[in-house]
């Protein structure tokens, strides 16, 4: 489930400003890297085992699937590709096929780059860039599916019924070739002309009903918030990017992938699932009062996913109430099982059992859950080295999860405090969302700018509309602080815990992910 990606725009060169607030964030980013032990760059050893690997070439053996013409979406730029689809019309339902990067055919298990993999867990990211999973020269050369390379893939096939249903399902090692790789922007250029056809226009067709059977099974999935802060009329400001149909389509397919993965190491007793229990009620109430906040409607009786649905990711304010409704996806986990199924088997925000398998460049997890599903599938014996890994896998996703929500989380608070940079004393309208007991510090939901942070006083209001004065915003401390407006600021510590929600909830796909 998808967190909020902010991003830091040069600023223009004329303001004397807004560099020295840009060699804050820099700085500030680099902070939060060594406090977090964010990895730098590669080992030699790992460089050099990826490099050999790479030159080494796939193994030639493969069923050779290269005649479907496979393309690749995502956003500009990318060159660790997890993913290609194909579809095709199947007598009144679809044929769905699914190529996932085979990352377990260039890595050996136990060494060098697969021991460094289980110390990264996910490749994170940051407003200045990201820190990769695996090498470039396997990540984004001989493991991607970069377009007209051959590369061995775990290619799906998903039957689906003319309601988009699952009716059969296939994975197995093979070569593939991607035709193009196309971007979110020019797949919805493509619908909105009227030009898709082929595999983009039945992507739409099975990507709606898939969203279908996910409202009739109750389940939600959030867009991913893009947005980059800006000098606006010499300003900071946050400007955001709406989610586009083609990635919700797109999305859904990765979707369908990981719940058909599920059922699979369900009914082959063994695997990794991604788990994730009911909401709790009190974070429903605090979103309602963060929609109050933000001002966002949320009409008398409706369900949670009935707003959600409705939320444009490119609207600020909107963008806040997403990232404020992955507080109903806390408690996710991966849970390991080989002989019993587990008792926690469902993922709520879903409604059904559910794994991560379509991003194995990028995350740890996919490429012992792809594994474990081709073996079941050919009726073989699930690998030794993917058997021995399951009991640790959930504490290593786990940490990983982690270090990812407090990378994200500090960069969120990094940039939020270059946002406000300058506007010390400055009042703003906010809605207070929570408070702790003694209800002398809380957390205030601004309207303009979408700010979210601490908040002091006497008797906070909880649910009502406040004027707050901003009393600090401090980029190097990753610190914004208001008092409501004509009462002195707490004299609280600095270092007290922030009240905001954490803990580990669901992690975002980058469009795709799963």
Known sequence: MPRRRVHLAPPPAVARSADAVDADVERGLADLRDQLDVPDAFPADVVAEAESAAAAGAPSDLPDATDVPFVTIDPPGSRDLDQAVHIER?????????AIADVAT????GGAVDTEARRRVVTLYAPDGRTPLHPPALSEGAASLLPDQDVPALLWTID??????PTAVDVRRSRVRSRAQLTYDEVQQAYDAGTADGTLA??????????????ARGGITLPTPEQEVQRVDGHWALVSRSTLDAEEWNAQISLLTGLCAAQLMLDGRIGVLRTLPPADPRDEARLRRAADALDVPW?????????????DAGVPAHAALLTEATTLLRGAAYVAFDGEVPAQEQHAALAAPYAHTTAPLRRLVDRFVGETCVALVAGNDVPDWVRSALPDLPGLMAGGDRRANEYERGCLDLLEAALLTGRVGDVFDGVVVDAHDDRTSGVVQLRDPVVRARVEGTDLPVGQHVRVRLTEASTARRTVRFALDGQPRA?????????????TSEQPPRAAEG
């Open 90 to 98: 199947r007598g009144d339902g679809f044929r769905v096929r699914y």
């Open 106 to 109: 260039w890595v050996r298990p």
């Open 160 to 165: 689906l019924d003319s309601g988009g249903a």
């Open 202 to 215: 039945l992507l739409r067709d099975v990507g709606r009903l898939r969203q279908v059977a996910e409202r």
């Open 299 to 311: 009409p008398d009786g409706a369900a949670v996913g009935d707003v959600v649905r409705g939320l």
């Open 491 to 503: 004299d609280a510590d600095a270092s007290a815990p922030d009240p905001r929600p954490t803990g």
